[in-house]
């Protein structure tokens, strides 16, 4: 029965497009207004109107909500764009499976009933991102043909990453328990690598500028897990305030190491190709001179 629905649903929306593309754009229907609120579920009193739409925007937008009027997990999850962030500390989704697993943690009733009503007067084109986005992309963000990017974050969203972290901490090492939550886990040939996020959990000390603003860098090397004692630990690293906003760089010193990670995924758009670039030195000499 399912494949049953999956399959008359493609052929619908195979249907819709190609009427949508034949057809000249519609003005958008009478949509009832939900009122619009943020992640604490209060009402956002300076909505976003906009009364101009190309006819891709329109057919990017009645595309996403009839896919989720359809209320098929496997029918969504063929339309989205992977791999599917689920927030600060918790592993990105990779594939279709993982987002029908986790479906009504994503997209539960409540959530595609405000999406669905959402009024077109607040969807616009971001050019910077490439992409059409619902409330300047806070909302919801979809690609132009109605592939789903990111959606609003949501109470049980919020809650499962938050059982996420906690049960990581009865995983990981003792000595780094102590933190916000998980910003990268990677791998390279030698070594396993976590960044975490340690805002606020740093005492201040004499020569912080702002000691709220720090990171760690721990690293294993091969074969072990976050549960072993980690072979490199390096504390207060600091984010970059560079003028390239399009990368996140992250600086990490020690006595005996010298670490930068950059990425640039975050604000990286549709069609850019994620970079991420880490270089670990050892054993550089850093004194301070003795002016005479």
């Not at 990981?172 to 396993?192: A, G, Q, R, V």
């Amino acid at each position: 029965m399912k494949k049953l629905i999956v399959i008359l649903g493609m052929i619908a929306l195979w249907s819709f497009q190609t009427r949508a593309e034949m057809m000249p754009p519609q003005e958008p229907e009478d949509i009832h207004i939900t009122d619009w609120l943020n992640e604490d579920g209060e009402p956002i009193l300076d909505e976003p109107y906009f009364t101009e739409w190309s006819a891709d925007v329109l057919f990017a937008v009645q595309k996403f909500k009839y896919l989720l009027k359809t209320g098929s997990a496997q029918l969504i999850a063929q339309n989205v764009v992977y791999p599917y962030k689920m927030g600060r500390g918790v592993p990105s989704i990779k594939n279709e499976q993982e987002f029908i697993e986790k479906y009504d943690i994503i997209l539960p009733k409540y959530l595609r009933k405000y999406l669905i009503e959402s009024p077109m007067e607040h969807w616009n084109y971001n050019a910077y991102k490439g992409n059409i986005c619902l409330y300047w992309c806070f909302n919801g963000e979809i690609t132009p043909n109605g592939k789903i990017v990111s959606l609003k974050t949501i109470k049980k969203l919020r809650e499962y990453r938050k059982d996420y972290i906690e049960k990581e901490k009865q995983t990981i090492h003792p000595s780094l328990k102590n933190y916000n939550y998980n910003l990268y886990t990677m791998e390279t040939k030698e070594w396993l690598i976590r960044i975490d996020d340690m805002n606020g959990v740093y005492k201040p000390t004499n020569i912080d500028d702002n000691p709220k603003e720090n990171y760690r860098f721990a690293a294993w090397k091969k074969g072990k897990t976050i549960s072993d004692e980690p072979d490199i630990v390096i504390d207060r690293g600091i984010k970059s305030d560079s003028p390239d906003r399009d990368i996140n760089k992250y600086l990490f010193v020690s006595d005996e190491y010298y670490c930068i990670f950059e990425d640039n995924t975050e604000n990286s758009r549709q069609n850019d190709t994620p970079v991420h670039s880490l270089h670990l030195y050892k054993n550089l000499i850093f004194e301070k001179p003795e002016i005479k």
